[in-house]
């Protein structure tokens, strides 16, 4: 009897271990990640942030919290508290998708004293992506933005 007892524990553990996986996997969202197409557009925060991801590589960023966004300043930029400049984006790791996005600001706007980067990560993927600005490992999101729906062009 013991013996059956400690056969049946041996094979329960591994059937429990890997339902353990599928769970945290399925915890993680429809991907958490995305593609370079579904980066590219508008995304606005809270407060009037906004990031705008072109396809070409380039972005825009106004009215993001300086404290939303984990840099090395020494100094941090003149401003009312929030963040505004320009730059380029990338996919980290893989190319085809990913759930990182690094931006690498220009040394302009509130980055005049010199170029800048910092990671935005894919809290939410699916049909309303949400991504977040990557400011403390031990804290979980930071500042969050969502992607705009497109607007249909104008008919003149």
């Not at 730059?87 to 980055?111: H, K, M, P, Q, V």
Request: charged share 20%; proline share 6%.
């Amino acid at each position: 009897m013991k013996m059956l007892r400690g056969r049946v524990i041996a094979a329960a553990v591994p059937v429990l271990l890997l339902g353990g996986l599928f769970a945290l996997e399925a915890c993680t969202g429809p991907s958490g990640e995305l593609s370079a197409q579904e980066v590219a557009g508008v995304w606005k925060g809270s407060g009037g942030g906004r990031v705008e991801f072109v396809d070409d590589g380039t972005f825009t960023m106004s009215g993001i919290p300086q404290s939303a966004i984990d840099f090395s300043f020494i100094d941090f930029p003149p401003g009312r508290g929030n963040l505004s400049g320009r730059g380029e984006w990338n996919l980290r790791g893989d190319a085809d998708r990913s759930g990182t996005i690094e931006l690498s600001f220009a040394a302009t706007g509130s980055f005049s004293g010199g170029p800048e980067f910092t990671f935005l990560q894919v809290e939410e993927a699916g049909d309303r992506p949400k991504l977040y600005f990557d400011t403390n490992p031990d804290k979980g999101y930071g500042y969050t933005i969502r992607r705009q729906a497109t607007e249909p062009p104008r008919i003149r």
